[in-house]
């Protein structure tokens, strides 16, 4: 099985900020890997997928970059909204795999 | 609009059984894989199984491999789970999502499994 770890686990961080979230394979994906937020009760969000490509409605400070097997999601100015929980995922190979989140806080 | 809507969880025995329903609409349907992703309480995200547009290929993480099956029914727009000799392990918020991308999801249903 593939494994994802994403770094860091939780982050404080303020509205404004610019902030990335890294997220490693165990093995080369190439460019199968997503990007999803969850807010508290809430399913899931797709933003990326394709590692870079935005999801229809996503707002265009959501940013992934990456191949192979390191990956970032960079917001580029953080807003009240985007304090949530974020997981990578890729689907590369069976199993698909999801890292096991960071958890973006308010400093 | 583009909906899944998940219904069918609820309290089981272990040993026990239940099936799972998804409701899609808003799409086609049948042009598409479709997934379940489940998440135990306080936990991440774990991929369960997917399913091909004609149900041909199916796929299923290791720890339901044998005990769970995933179906569909193009013609209902429809997507099952249905769960068999469930563990308290397999205690969680069921989804169902849409195609490899996962850019659609349901807002889930509740499994537990308690005695």
């Known amino acids: 099985d593939i494994q994802m770890t994403q770094s860091p686990s939780s982050l404080f961080a303020s509205v404004g900020d610019r902030v990335t979230i890294t997220c490693r394979a165990s093995?080369?994906?190439?460019?199968?890997l997503a990007w999803f937020q969850q807010k508290p009760g809430k399913a899931p969000k797709s933003l990326i997928y394709a590692a870079s490509s935005l999801q229809s409605g996503v707002p265009s400070r959501f940013s992934g970059s990456g191949s192979g097997t390191d990956f970032t999601l960079t917001i580029s100015s953080l807003q009240p909204e985007d304090f949530a929980t974020y997981y990578c995922q890729q689907y590369s190979s069976y199993p698909i795999t999801f890292g096991q989140g960071t958890r973006l806080e308010i400093k | 609009e583009v909906q899944l809507v998940e219904s069918g969880g609820g309290l089981v025995q272990p040993g026990g059984s239940l099936r799972l329903s998804c409701a899609a609409s808003?799409?086609?349907?049948?042009?598409?894989?479709m997934n379940w992703v489940r998440q135990a309480p306080g936990k991440g995200l774990e991929w369960v199984a997917n399913i091909k547009q004609d149900g041909s290929e199916k796929y299923y993480v290791d720890s339901v491999k044998g005990r769970f099956t995933i179906s569909r029914d193009n013609a209902r727009s429809s997507l099952y789970l249905q769960m068999n000799s469930l563990r308290a392990e397999d205690t969680a918020v069921y989804y169902c999502?849409?195609?490899?991308?996962?850019?659609?999801w349901g807002q889930g249903t509740v499994v537990t499994v308690s005695s």
């Open positions: 999502a849409k195609n490899f991308a996962f850019d659609i």
């Open positions: 093995q080369g994906i190439s460019n199968y």
């Open positions: 808003g799409f086609t349907f049948s042009t598409y894989w």
